[in-house]
């Protein structure tokens, strides 16, 4: 086995190899002082009127789902869930389809936030499910066409069966600054005692500024000799390899990539929360952690950037 072959198996498999250079992870004596006296008892509705309306194709939404939508923020949910012994109320906070589109949904969340701080309710918002909501958001800003992830036929990614929402590159630097907007209204309006980030599962595709950032890593982090054993003769001419593409050194470095990118998205966003307050907590959802790298799934780079994670399978295997 060569020396960059051993290398790149280290940088994806070893311990040693898994843990970031910085830790954002709160030590417990330095967390709100409530999280550590009291844990959490959690009740939610975190999805937004609109997406709720476009998931269930009842857009625009019906009179049904606004009265569902009312009373869940209402004086009486929160003596309700008092009475079961909730001390904490997950709701929406922005769901990707444009802060203009969005900003009614946002102030309702801060009302409601208010009146569940009165009654001693702590409160979490979820920000960011890790898509687009391409129809609204491309009306408020048709730029954010290039923040989209794309395969390699340069068509964009949708979550699944809801074609109506794109996944986004979360290392795309206006698409960062888009979703810190929201970030910030979150910690100055909402006043969020924790900030949840959905769906970091996807990590960089095809599109322009991903083949970009790969071609930099590969200059930075290997020397010639390392580049010709991957056959690379030019790094400006390299291209991602395929998604089932052999076992191979270059593929093993874009793996390595990928794990990266996601986690240096994570904690860019961490940071930027710290830097506005100490006093918010953060966590995400891979959808499922495991024990072994499922690229771009990496937990050891991914967990010490924040507080907590979701783990959302019935059957659990990971830490």
Known sequence: MTMLKRMIWVLLLSPAGLIQAEVLTLPMEDRPEWVRRDGIVMAGSWEPLLFRAKRDDQYPPSPELWADYRREQSPEM???????????VMMPAYKGFGLQTEAEGMADSARFARLCHEAGLRVGVYLGSGTLGWETLFEEDPQARDWLLRDQAGEPIPYYHQK?????????PEAVAHH???VEFAIREIK???I?????????????????????????????????EMGIDDVASVTPPEPDAPDSLLRRAWLDFTCQSLADA??????????????VLVEFSPQLIRRRIEPPVDPGRLIPG??????????ADGP
Do not use: C
């Open 306 to 315: 924040g507080e907590a994670f979701w783990h959302e399978d019935y059957h």
């Open 180 to 182: 810190q907007k929201a």
């Open 196 to 228: 949840h980030f959905d769906n970091f599962f996807v990590g960089p595709h095809y599109e322009a500024l991903s083949v970009q950032r790969f071609r930099d890593y590969l200059a930075i982090t290997f020397g010639t000799a390392e580049l010709g």
């Open 164 to 172: 109506f929402r794109y996944f986004w590159n979360r290392n795309h």
């Open 192 to 194: 969020t005692d924790l």
């Open 78 to 88: 929160i003596a309700e869930l008092k009475d079961l012994g909730v001390n904490f």
């Open 266 to 279: 994570y904690y860019e966003m961490n940071r930027y929360i710290r830097a506005r307050s100490m006093d």
